[in-house]
Nanobody, 121 residues
Framework: QVQLVESGGGLVQPGGSLRLSCAAS????????IGWFRQAPGKERERVSC????????YYADSVKGRFTISRDNAKNTVYLQMNSLKPEDTAVYYC??????????????WGKGTLVTVSS
């Protein structure tokens, strides 16, 4: 069974850092694109970052470019989102999701349940 489980969320002060993890099971992570999304209360879901199965393509939303980094560990079948210089507007539930194919796409076929990140002083 395909499963994605996020972890690493919590409370952090503005300017701080946090690393989110997404542990994948039921498929080999390197053969699919995988992305991070976030949604804050009352706001539209936003695509934060995405990486192709080959790591040859990465995408970052303008709002996080230069602050967030997506990476993966194929041996652990896990993808990460390193978040630096966090701002209050980064507060949201963060989800990882799988692309149906090798490359990133707008439509994802499997989603994790999310992990909450709160940036506040």
């Amino acid at each position: 069974q395909v499963q994605l489980v996020e972890s690493g969320g919590g409370l952090v002060q503005p300017g701080g850092s946090l690393r989110l993890s997404c542990a994948a099971s039921g498929f080999t992570l390197r053969y699919n694109g995988i992305g991070w999304f976030r949604q804050a209360p009352g706001k539209e879901r936003e695509r934060v970052s995405c990486m192709s199965g080959s790591d040859s393509y990465t995408y970052y939303a303008d709002s996080v470019k230069g602050r967030f980094t997506i990476s993966r560990d194929n041996a652990k079948n896990t993808v990460y989102l390193q978040m630096n210089s966090l701002k209050p507007e980064d507060t949201a539930v963060y989800y990882c999701a799988r692309s149906p194919g090798y490359y990133c796409s707008r439509e994802m076929d499997y989603w994790g349940k999310g992990t909450l990140v709160t940036v506040s002083s």
